[in-house]
């Protein structure tokens, strides 16, 4: 007979790093949020504390975002003191290729877990919270009824359109039109009838392969130079836009970001950046919402709720609207003599 109880009690050695984990996912988009075990990070600014990560402790987002504890979809957040006093506490987003600058379906997860776990105060009908992260300072709100967080709200940070009708050379394929835009990360936002993907008849590994050699080449050729926050000068990811499944709602999404992740989910940053440029080109009015769908058919909600210059740009506020439930609670144990679980990446 097996001694289940022996299996319960059972803790590792001491000089094991002891991560604990509460995991939830946003529209299917998975978050892994770090609660306990952690080093703490010098800095007075969020990207300050970002940079301490990437210098002392990426070998731990490595551990806990990639196999054999994660995979390659798989997405995190650390928790940290606050940027601002008005502030409730900073976020670091995480994924398999290193560190964000922003991430909508995170804060709406973050919201979501902090509502229902108790871990802040909550009141009815809204519970608002104010998280500094990378790209800025995040407004969310979630609804409360009966004591019950239900869907979240976020004003996200400006995001504005660097490019609009621009050309890309791709192998293959030739030339191919796209927009660049900002919605607290940089996206290509490409219609997929330009690279012929067909929503009805997907392969993900093609999605993968095209969106990478799009992001690359845009990469290579384009210099981005956000108009306040140098950290923010990369390209992110691509975004494929197709018509809508459900004739309801407005389109469809697919953005695969860093090293090939796909999101399950809308794209609450990219979505906004999309926002932005529906706005430019006077297809969307102020305070109209459109409904994007995701890869697996899951939506959020998005709308510009305001007009703002950023430097020379003429740019928007967005605000995105979904919903994320909590899946579990993890406790993972990093051995320093395991150099397999160190992490790695299959596709």
Same mark, same amino acid.
């Given at each position: 007979m ?82 601002k006093?008005?502030s ?13 600058t ?10 979501k ?6 871990a ?7 519970t608002?919270i ?21 869907? !979240?709200?976020? $004003?996200?940070?400006?995001? =504005?359109v660097? %490019?609009?009708?621009? /050309? +890309?050379? *791709?192998?293959? #394929? ?19 009838d ?7 008849d ?11 050699k ?6 290579k050729?384009?210099k ?24 309801k ?42 409904? !994007?769908?995701s $890869?697996?058919?899951?939506t =959020?909600?998005v %709308?510009?709720?305001? /007009? +703002?210059? *950023?430097?020379? #740009?003429?740019?928007v ?15 993972f ?6 150099t397999?679980?160190e ?5």
């Amino acid at each position: 007979m097996i001694n289940f109880s022996k299996i319960s009690s059972w803790e590792p050695s001491k000089d094991v790093l002891e991560i604990k984990t509460i995991d939830a996912h946003t529209e299917g988009e998975p978050l892994r949020v770090v609660i306990k075990g952690f080093p703490s990070l010098k800095g007075n600014t969020i990207l300050e504390k970002r940079n301490h990560i990437i210098k002392n402790y990426d070998h731990i987002r490595k551990a806990i975002m990639l196999e054999p504890r994660g995979h390659a979809d798989m997405y995190g957040a650390v928790i940290t003191e606050p940027e601002k006093k008005s502030s409730d506490f900073g976020v670091i987003f995480m994924h398999n290729d290193g560190y964000s600058t922003g991430c909508g379906h995170a804060v709406i997860a973050i919201s979501k877990i902090l509502a229902e776990t108790g871990a802040i105060k909550i009141t009815e009908p809204e519970t608002e919270i104010n998280m500094d992260v990378p790209s800025g300072t995040i407004k969310s709100f979630v609804e409360i009824r009966n004591k019950v967080a239900h869907s !979240i709200r976020f $004003i996200n940070v400006p995001s =504005f359109v660097e %490019k609009m009708n621009a /050309k +890309i050379l *791709i192998p293959n #394929l030739g030339d191919i039109n796209y927009d660049l835009a900002f919605g607290g990360a940089y996206y290509a936002i490409v219609n997929a009838d330009e690279v012929g993907l067909d929503s009805q008849d997907l392969k993900t590994s093609s999605v993968i392969d095209l969106g990478m050699k799009i992001k690359n080449a845009i990469a290579k050729e384009v210099k981005i130079k956000h108009p306040n926050i140098v950290e923010m000068n990369f390209l992110y990811g691509t975004i494929f836009t197709f018509p809508p499944i459900n004739k309801k709602n407005h389109s469809k999404n697919i953005c695969v970001f860093a090293n090939g992740e796909v999101d399950r989910s809308p794209t609450g940053t990219g979505v906004s950046a999309r926002a932005a440029v529906h706005f430019a080109r006077n297809e969307i009015k102020l305070n109209e919402t459109i409904k !994007i769908e995701s $890869i697996i058919g899951s939506t =959020f909600e998005v %709308k510009v709720i305001e /007009k +703002i210059k *950023i430097g020379p #740009l003429n740019g928007v506020i967005p605000e995105v609207k979904g919903t994320a439930n909590i899946t579990g609670k993890n406790t993972f144990w990093i051995d320093s003599s395991d150099t397999i679980g160190e992490g790695f990446m299959l596709r």
